[in-house]
């Protein structure tokens, strides 16, 4: 496969990334690629992420990653600020504050339009770079006080 050819969008493209990187991934029943990633003293949390590859017309790769860390509802004013300051910094990851209860967790996401279609070695970079930037961030919050 010539890396730099732009091809239509395919689960065949994350396929080759997961053997490239040595990834070992489950498949959810409803075709979502699934990493976890085991703790880290550097981001002091486990992280996750699902993978869909959408083809066809509206082809479009979606990423969302979460780790095992929960905050207090009552952190919620603290976090944004923590965020705030991350994003002053860096553009990437988007990251959301999903609260359940009284417990809060925060996700991150990558929503890419892939509709003209992708070459491998960008297909590489977006999801490489996605996940540098997760854990980048996740050494970031680890420093804070929160």
């Not at 699934?34 to 703790?39: A, D, H, I, Q």
């Not at 923590?82 to 359940?100: F, K, T």
Request: charged fraction near 30%; hydrophobic fraction near 35%.
């Amino acid at each position: 496969m010539d890396e730099n050819e732009v091809v239509p969008l395919s689960r065949s493209l994350l396929d080759a990334w997961l053997v490239k990187h040595e990834f070992r991934s489950q498949q959810s029943s409803d075709n979502r690629c699934l990493l976890s990633f085991s703790y880290s003293e550097n981001t002091d949390c486990e992280l996750e992420y699902s993978i869909v590859v959408t083809e066809g017309e509206d082809a479009q790769l979606s990423v969302r990653g979460w780790s095992d860390k929960k905050f207090r509802s009552a952190d919620r004013p603290s976090l944004l600020e923590v965020i705030n300051e991350y994003h002053d910094g860096y553009r990437w990851p988007l990251i959301r504050i999903r609260e359940q209860g009284r417990r809060i967790n925060l996700d991150t996401s990558l929503d890419v339009d892939l509709s003209a279609g992708v070459s491998f070695a960008l297909f590489d970079d977006l999801l490489t770079g996605f996940l540098d930037n997760t854990y980048s961030f996740w050494i970031f919050m680890s420093k804070k006080d929160v």
